[in-house]
C-alpha cells in the first residue's frame, strides 16, 4: 500500500495536483523506487469538492494538532506534499494563527516523519515572501532571506528546518519557492497577493476589480498549470541531484501590474481590461512592493524547473483550464 | 527598578558580560530611556561562581520552561542578552536538546516578552555556523544563511524570529552574529569550534592541544573583549538606526589555524606553540570547514561594531585578562 498525502488539499492548488497525481498513478517512493498510488490523502480543515475517485480518502481536521498527524501520516505514506498555510495577509493580522500552522504544524509533521523513520519525499512550498529590504533587480539563489511579513518569516523558518531534517536522514525534503500564482480561479483570498490574480478572473467574469498597487510593481509568477508540473517535478528529483540545501527558488514570469492589465486586453479587449479600477491600498502595497520581481533560478533552470513564457498566455491558460 | 536579565548567565561570556555591566551600572532602556541597572539577573541551569554583587540575582533552572520564564523575566525587566544555547556539536549529537534550548527557549523568551508589551532591549547572538555549502572568499552582508550543522539551523530560525517579533513591535531585538570566539579560558567544551581556543590555551597552560582541522582553514575570530564590547553596543544601538533585518554579522579577524600557532609561537616561543598536534577529525572538519573565513561585515563596521586588530594580540589579551 503506497500513500500519498496532501495537505492543504481542499485548496486550489491541492485540488489540482490531486488530480494530476490520480491521472498520472504513480510518483518514486523513499528510495528512488517507483510507486503505484493506491491510496491519495486529503487533509484539510474542510473536505475538497468536485474530486471523484475510489482512491481518495477525504480527512478534516487542524493540521496543528499532532494526534491528527499520528493517525493520518502512517508508514505506508511515502509522499507528502505538505501545501498548508495561512496566507500573507491572515498571518499579519493574526500572529499566532500563522505560527500555529506555518511553523509549528510543519515542524509536527517534520517531526511525524522522523518518528516513522522511513524518510519520505517531503515536498514543501515556500513564497517570495521570504525576501524583502534593499533587493538586486534580479535575485541570486545565494541572496539572504529577509522577511517584511510574518508569513514570509514563517516560511523561512520552515524551509530552514525542512533543510537540516532532510540533511539528518530524518526524511527527503524538497522546498520550493513558488511565484505568486496567478490565474487562481475561485474567490479572492487574505493573501496580499490576491489581487494579482482578481484583476485578471474578476473582468473576466464581468466583474470590476481594484489593483491595490502601482501599476509599475513587479510581480513573479506562475501559472497553475507550471506550479503543479513543478510541484510533481521537485517531488521526482533525485536527493542526490539536488544536494542541500533543500531549497530552490523557482523560475517565473516577471510582469508589472501594468503589464498583465495590458495582456488582459490583448486577450480579451478593452472593455474586459477597463474593469480594472487602479485604487492604492497601503498595507497591501508595503507587503507586496518589499517582495522581488525576478529571480536568476539558476540552479532551479538546471534541475529541469519550468517557468511560463508570456502573460497573455497564462490568461488564455485560465480561460480553457478554469473558465469551461 | 530596572532589570537585566543574561540567559546562558553561569558561561563564560555571560559572566564576563556581567562583570563588565556591573562595573557600567547603566544601559538604555526601552524607549531609548537611560536607566541605571537596579538587578542584574543571571539564568542558566548551574549558578555562576566569582561573582559578587548586591545587584546581582542568581537564578538556576531550564531556560525551555515557560514557567520559569514567567517568573524570572518581569515588567522591570528592560533588557535581555539572550546567550544561553547548546553548542554546536551537543545540539549535533543531540538534535532534540538543540531544538528545545536553541530555538522553543529562544521563542518562549520572545513570546514572555510580547505578552508583557514593554517592548525590552533583546540581544541574541547567533554564529557563523548559519552559513555553509559554497561560500565567496569574503561573505557580503546579503548572502544566504544555509545551515550544514542542526545548531546553525536553530539560530538561523531564531534570527528570523527576533527580527519579525521586532518588526511586529513584541520587543526590540538585535541579533549579533559572532565570529567563533577566542581564545576562551576555562576547560574544552562540546562547540565544534573549541580547539580554537584550546591550541592557545592548553599549550600556554603546559599541556598539550589537537588541531583537529587542516592548518589552511581559515577561522573568523573575535576575542572576548571584543565579544562583549560588541553585546554591549549592540543594546545601545537605536532601533531606527538599526533597521531590519535586526540581524547583524559582526567583524571579525581573518586567521587560518597555521596563523594562530604562528602568533602563539611569537607570543609564548617554541617549547609553548609545539605542543600543538596536528591530527585531523572528520565529524569536526565536516562541520567547522563549512563555515565562512572572512565577511565584508559593512554594516556592522557602519553601525559602529569592531574587530581585533591581530591574533597576536589576542593572545596577548588572553594572558593579561585569563591568566593574571
Redesign the interface.
Known amino acids: 500500500m503506497y500513500k500519498v498525502l496532501i495537505t492543504g488539499g481542499a485548496g486550489f492548488l491541492g485540488k489540482r495536483l490531486a488530480r494530476q497525481l490520480l491521472a498520472r498513478g504513480e510518483l518514486t517512493g523513499p528510495g528512488g523506487k517507483p510507486q503505484k498510488i493506491d491510496r491519495l490523502v486529503l487533509l484539510d480543515v474542510v473536505a475538497p469538492t468536485d474530486l471523484d475517485d475510489p482512491r481518495l480518502e477525504i480527512i478534516t481536521g487542524d493540521i496543528a494538532d499532532p494526534a491528527l498527524l499520528r493517525r493520518v501520516v502512517d508508514a505506508e505514506v511515502g509522499s507528502i506534499f505538505h501545501l498548508a498555510a495561512v496566507v500573507s495577509g491572515a498571518a499579519e493580522a493574526d ?1 499566532d494563527l500563522g505560527m500555529r500552522i506555518n511553523l509549528d504544524a510543519t515542524r509536527s509533521l517534520l517531526e511525524r516523519c522522523r518518528e516513522l523513520g522511513h524518510t519520505p519525499r517531503f515536498v514543501f512550498t515556500s513564497s517570495v515572501a521570504v525576501f ?3 533587493l538586486p533587480e534580479v535575485l541570486p ?8 511579513s ?1 508569513y514570509g ?1 514563517q516560511k ?2 520552515g524551509e ?2 525542512v ?2 531534517y532532510s ?2 536522514g530524518f526524511l527527503d525534503g524538497r522546498t520550493l519557492r513558488m511565484p505568486t500564482i496567478s490565474v487562481r480561479p475561485g474567490k479572492p483570498n487574505a493573501a496580499a497577493s490576491s489581487f494579482a490574480s482578481g484583476i485578471v478572473r474578476e473582468p473576466l467574469n464581468g466583474e470590476p476589480a481594484v489593483a491595490p498597487v502601482a501599476p509599475g510593481t513587479r510581480m513573479w509568477l506562475m501559472s497553475p498549470r507550471h506550479a503543479i508540473a513543478n510541484l510533481i517535478h521537485g517531488h521526482e528529483l533525485d536527493a542526490q541531484t539536488l544536494g ?2 533543500r531549497t530552490v527558488s523557482l523560475p517565473g514570469l516577471t510582469v508589472t501590474v501594468q503589464g498583465m492589465v495590458d495582456a488582459l486586453r490583448e486577450v480579451a479587449g478593452d472593455a474586459v481590461a477597463d474593469r480594472v479600477q487602479w485604487k492604492p491600498d497601503e498595507r497591501i502595497r508595503s507587503i507586496v512592493e518589499s517582495w522581488p520581481g525576478a529571480f536568476a533560478a539558476t540552479r532551479a533552470k538546471a534541475l529541469g524547473f519550468t517557468a511560463d513564457g508570456s502573460y497573455a498566455d497564462v490568461i488564455r491558460a485560465y480561460i480553457e483550464d478554469d473558465m469551461g
Not at 539563489?141 to 517584511?148: G, K, L, Q, Y
Open positions: 500572529f524583502g529590504g534593499k539563489d545565494d541572496i539572504a532571506t529577509m522577511p517584511m510574518s518569516a523561512a523558518a530552514l528546518m533543510s537540516d540533511r539528518k542541500l540545501p
